[in-house]
């Protein structure tokens, strides 16, 4: 696996010997002081170039780089599936060579720069030509970090779980388990998920970042929390997917309301209870019930 000096040299060797590229610059984790260096860590790359069809014309450019495992150019999928894509300002590589490295190399436009350089917090310069960059404050993820909610968002979310949670157990009862999986995943989960996050917030007055898909939760919360929540992925079969929807909401109860004492938020025990008791009422519900009640 080559080293990241050989990495960072080839990368900035490509852009000294081509005068369509006038300035580098990189954004992502290598950048984030806060994440720790790992041999997974992909190199976020932006090329300002003086044009970008030359480069999108010429198939090849890309293999100094390395030999390929595997390349995708979004840009390209994206138009061949109808979208309006605008390769002339920009146009996205990316790369997973043999030996383990990956590039995600982004050309842009000087047009595109002016409008976008800086914008992302964790962004680093690497090359100028020109002197084409703007002077930016040293990398920093705070642009990540959990945002403390106002009353609105929490109050929307609390009750988004509890209207959203029984359909969850509706799907169990009638034994629709992708139903129930997809409800889960994408709005019962999504809501457990800002609260826990939230309550890392109020213990960190919201100064860390959960990382992409809340990848750095697990670093924050007591084990015994994240055992059950890991739990709650299990949901392979009925009665698991039940567990799994009963852990959820008693992770959500226990949650919900530290939250909002700690904001000065008021939390509707009422509407919980009503919520999760009829979630439990459903999953004792025989089979060939002819009414709810």
Request: hydrophobic share 35%.
């Amino acid at each position: 696996m080559r080293t990241e000096k050989e990495m960072f040299d080839l990368i900035l060797g490509v852009a000294n010997r081509d005068n369509r590229i006038r300035a580098v610059y990189m954004n992502g984790s290598r950048t984030n002081p806060n994440v720790k260096k790992d041999i997974f860590q992909d190199y976020d790359i932006v090329y300002v170039v003086t044009e970008t069809e030359s480069f999108i014309n010429d198939e090849g450019w890309i293999s100094v780089f390395g030999e390929p495992i595997i390349f995708q150019e979004p840009d390209k999928l994206d138009k061949i599936q109808g979208r309006h894509v605008d390769f002339k300002n920009g146009y996205t590589y990316l790369m997973q060579f043999t030996d383990g490295n990956r590039i995600d190399l982004h050309i842009q436009t000087m047009e595109e720069l002016m409008k976008e350089y800086g914008n992302d917090k964790l962004t680093f310069p690497l090359l100028d030509k020109d002197n084409c960059l703007s002077q930016i404050s040293p990398p920093s993820d705070q642009d990540y970090w959990v945002e403390k909610p106002t009353y609105g968002q929490y109050f929307s979310r609390c009750n988004n779980f509890w209207w959203v949670a029984p359909y969850c157990a509706k799907g169990l009862w009638r034994e629709e388990i992708l139903f129930t999986i997809e409800v889960m995943n994408s709005y019962v989960r999504q809501e457990l998920l800002s609260m826990l996050s939230w309550y890392v917030g109020t213990q960190t007055e919201f100064k860390v970042s959960m990382g992409k898909a809340n990848k750095y939760l697990k670093e924050y919360l007591d084990s015994n929390v994240w055992t059950r929540f890991m739990k709650t992925f299990n949901m392979g079969d009925y009665d698991s997917s039940w567990n799994a929807l009963i852990t959820t909401c008693e992770l959500f109860q226990e949650s919900a309301p530290k939250v909002g004492k700690i904001l000065g938020y008021e939390y509707n025990y009422d509407e919980a209870k009503r919520s999760f008791e009829f979630i439990k009422y459903i999953k004792d519900l025989p089979k060939d019930a002819m009414a709810i009640y």
